[in-house]
C-alpha cells in the first residue's frame, strides 16, 4: 500500500511540475495561434496556425518587417497578426498606397498588388513605446491606419512558424 502511494504522490508531482512547464512555456516562451479573417493574406491566411514566439520580445525590441501577434488596442482581449512598418521615432506616411517610413519607400513585395490600397495617410511620428503596424491586404486591415499606434505592452510576440495548414508551412525571419 505504501508502494502505490508514493508512486500516486510522485505521479501527481510529475503532472504538477509538467502543469507549471507548461504555464511557463506559454507565457513566456512560445504559443500556438489562429488566424481569423484576411488582413495578412496573401501572406497568412483565414485559419492559418501559427508559432508565435513570446520570449523575443522578453529580451528585444520589435522590429520592422516582423509579423507579430498583439493586443488590439480597442479591445485588449482579442489578438490580432499585423505587420510593424515604423518603431519610436519613426515617421509614416503612405501616398497613393506607398509606405514611406523617414521618407524613404518601404520594400514591401509580400503586397499583392490586388491587396494594395491607394489611400494617402499621414504623415504620423510614431510616440515613444509605441509601433505603427499594418497588414498585408491593404484593402482589407483595421491596422494602425484605423486604429492608431499600439504600445509596445501590447505586442505580445514575434510569429516564427505557419504549421497549417501542411502544404504552406513556411518559417518567418
Known amino acids: 500500500m505504501k508502494t502505490l502511494a508514493r508512486e500516486l504522490a510522485a505521479l501527481f508531482g510529475t503532472l504538477c511540475s509538467a502543469a507549471v512547464y ?26 492559418d ?10 529580451v528585444g525590441a520589435p522590429r520592422r ?3 507579430v501577434m498583439l493586443r488590439y488596442p480597442m479591445e485588449p482581449d482579442t489578438m490580432y497578426v499585423k505587420r510593424v ?6 515617421e509614416v506616411e503612405l501616398e497613393d ?11 514591401d513585395d509580400y503586397v499583392a498588388d490586388n491587396y494594395r490600397s491607394h489611400d494617402n495617410f499621414g504623415p504620423v511620428r510614431v510616440q515613444p513605446g509605441y509601433y505603427f ?4 491586404h491593404r484593402n482589407d486591415s483595421a491596422d494602425s491606419r484605423v486604429f492608431g499606434q499600439v504600445p509596445q505592452k ?7 512558424a505557419r504549421w497549417w495548414p501542411p502544404t504552406d508551412a513556411a518559417l518567418f525571419h
Open 22 to 47: 507548461a504555464l511557463l512555456i506559454v507565457t513566456f516562451g512560445v504559443q500556438a495561434a489562429r488566424v481569423e479573417g484576411f488582413s495578412m493574406a496573401p501572406t497568412l491566411e483565414d485559419h
Open 49 to 58: 496556425r501559427l508559432i508565435v514566439n513570446k520570449f523575443v520580445y522578453l
Open 65 to 67: 518587417g516582423d509579423i
Open 85 to 90: 512598418i515604423a518603431g519610436p521615432g519613426d
Open 97 to 107: 498606397g506607398q509606405v514611406f517610413v523617414n521618407r524613404v519607400p518601404v520594400r
Open 133 to 136: 503596424v499594418l497588414g498585408d
Open 154 to 160: 501590447y505586442i505580445l510576440g514575434k510569429v516564427n
